[in-house]
């Protein structure tokens, strides 16, 4: 995946780049940058990143990684947090320009961030994030990079109040997975399925009655032939693909693949495999990351994830998010996913 965010100890992510918040000069206190060292090994990386000298803050350099599951560690140095009038947020952004710069440079395929100068450089959590998303959005314009943004713990993560706000009250007045269970003691999926089940049988056992007859009569022939004559009909009448109906929404807004792919957060080795085999199909949450990438109403992803076998719910948190977004025009993949994320549920793409 280009993009993804994870909840973990960036020291045991494995990424050919790891970035560590590192302090201007040629020492470590506490925090991530303190937890890189010691999993890397402190003396070896201490005596390596002496001989670099003093970084700037925005600037950057490399290491090896010494006992990380990486290659590199790239030191950044990111801004102490004063009241945004003193250069902060332009600071933050070079730190992660350059970071993806430099990963590309030495080579990288993958590369992860903490959230830079969130910790004890007191940076605001949802303006650091933002930030960070900006950046690595535009980067991923240009590069094949996989970015994987890593935070320890969802304390340590945020997004702006006001949409988090509106996003729970979307959330309470739609999510109903918790009433459906109150109701009928189940989920309104397994309610509904159950549900169909019982119609299928009790219109079967029906069929059976007007078919009926008695021992001593011939049993018709030409009721099987008819009921096997619609089947056919109804095998050779499939609706368009879930491929088909992709590219067809592509042609239509006169889309490149790599505008498309990159907008969905999908690797493009993926979307290859989506435009050349018409059988395949990808998981729901790529199909709704397509959506996205596409712009499409309401209705129209409903469309599309229906032609693959897939629907909307109001008993899914994730779901409903999704809906929600769809409704308020956000169309933005990591804004998308962020949200995702801060309610606890998979990223799209």
């Keep these: 995946m280009p993009f993804k965010i994870i909840r973990n100890d960036i020291t045991k992510v494995k990424a050919d780049a790891i970035v ?5 000069e040629p020492r470590y206190a506490s925090g991530t940058d303190a937890a890189i060292y010691k999993a890397a090994g402190a003396d070896a990386l201490l005596a390596e990143r002496k001989k670099i000298g003093r970084i700037a803050p925005g600037e950057t350099a490399v290491t090896a990684a010494f006992q990380l599951p990486a290659r590199y560690i790239i030191h950044t140095v ?3 947090w ?5 250069g902060e947020y332009d600071i933050l952004r070079s730190c992660y320009r350059k970071s993806l710069l430099l990963a590309d440079q030495l080579g990288c395929k993958s590369i992860a961030f903490p959230l830079i100068a969130t910790g004890v450089y007191g940076f605001p959590k949802d303006q650091a994030l933002e930030i960070a998303l900006s950046v690595i959005r535009q980067h991923l314009q240009e590069s094949e990079l996989n970015v994987i943004l890593v935070v320890f713990g969802y304390s340590s993560y945020q997004i702006a109040s006001t949409l988090t706000e509106q996003i729970e009250e979307y959330i309470d007045e739609n999510y109903v997975s918790s009433r459906s269970k109150e109701e009928y003691g189940e989920s309104i999926e397994s309610f509904l399925e159950s549900r169909r089940r019982r119609l299928e049988q009790e219109q079967y056992i029906e069929s059976l009655h007007m078919y009926s007859f008695s021992p001593n009569e011939a049993m018709p022939t030409n009721l099987p032939k008819q009921e096997k004559a619609s089947l056919k009909d109804m095998v050779n009448n499939l609706g368009e ?5 992709l590219m067809r929404m ?13 907008r969905a957060n999908v690797d493009r080795k993926l979307f290859s495999k989506i435009r050349c085999s018409e059988e395949y199909i990808p998981k729901k949450k790529t ?10 109403n309401l209705d129209d ?3 599309l994830l229906a032609s693959a076998g897939y629907t909307l719910t109001n008993n899914s948190k994730a779901d409903v998010i999704v809906r929600f977004c ?7 993949i990591f804004e998308v996913n962020s949200f995702l994320f801060e309610f606890h549920q998979q990223i799209l793409g």
């Design 287 to 296: 199909i709704v990351a397509f959506a996205i990438a596409l712009r499409l």
């Design 326 to 332: 769809l409704e308020n025009g956000i169309y933005d």
């Design 250 to 262: 592509i042609d239509e807004r006169g889309m490149t693949d790599p505008e498309v792919y990159k």
């Design 78 to 80: 990111g801004p102490a």
């Design 241 to 245: 693909s879930f491929q088909a109906k």
């Design 301 to 303: 992803t409903k469309d």
């Design 82 to 86: 004063i009241d945004g009038n003193h």
């Design 20 to 24: 560590n918040t590192a302090n201007p």
